[in-house]
């Protein structure tokens, strides 16, 4: 357990703005390399996880 989990701290939503959609489905794509992060195309926003 990490020392922020300890303290109660958890975090559930980082949000990141890019300048097109391409640029957001780059930066999903590498949070799935990195993390096992699922990416997911909406509407109008592009999610890594869940």
Known sequence: MSQLEELGFVLKHVGINCGSEDEACSVAERFE??????????????????
Request: hydrophobic content about 40%; glycine content about 22%; aromatic content about 16%.
């Open 33 to 50: 390399q990195i993390f096992g992060f699922g990416k997911k195309v909406g509407n109008s926003s592009v999610f890594a996880g869940t």
